[in-house]
């Protein structure tokens, strides 16, 4: 079992930054991708990064690519969110997963991550 719990979330304002921490524990030894979704009231949940197992390769969808950078430190079994120039339409509660099955691409469906944090709200006010 793993247990992932995200912190970092907040009220900013549009243009402003934020970094979410999701620390891991239990087997993180298991844990291959790690990622990042999103989902905001009434909509469907979002996928907004994932990174390999070295951390040496990740993936963004067109709608924070460029603002938003995701990383991991292993010795801490810490996932990072850095999001820069953050908009009103970033606003959602994020969620941090983690996957313990090997893929050849880092996986961007969410039912391809075994483990969920409770997640953490960020709100961006204009």
């Known amino acids: 079992q793993v247990q992932l719990v995200e912190s970092g979330g907040g009220l900013v304002q549009a243009g402003d930054s934020l970094r979410l921490s999701c620390v891991a524990s239990?087997?993180?030894?298991?844990?291959?991708?790690r990622a990042w979704f999103r989902q905001a009231p009434g909509k469907r949940r979002e996928f907004v990064a994932a990174?390999?197992?070295?951390?040496?390769?990740?993936f963004y969808p067109d709608s924070v690519r460029g603002r938003f950078t995701i990383s991991r430190d292993s010795d801490k079994n810490t996932l990072y969110l850095q999001m820069n120039s953050l908009r009103p339409e970033d606003t959602a509660v994020y969620y941090c997963?983690?996957?313990?099955?090997?893929?050849?691409?880092?996986?961007?469906?969410?039912?391809?991550?075994?483990?969920w944090g409770q997640g953490t709200q960020v709100t961006v006010s204009s």
């Open positions: 239990g087997r993180t030894s298991s844990i291959y991708h």
């Open positions: 997963a983690a996957g313990v099955s090997p893929r050849t691409l880092i996986p961007r469906q969410g039912d391809m991550y075994d483990y």
């Open positions: 990174i390999d197992r070295s951390g040496g390769s990740a």
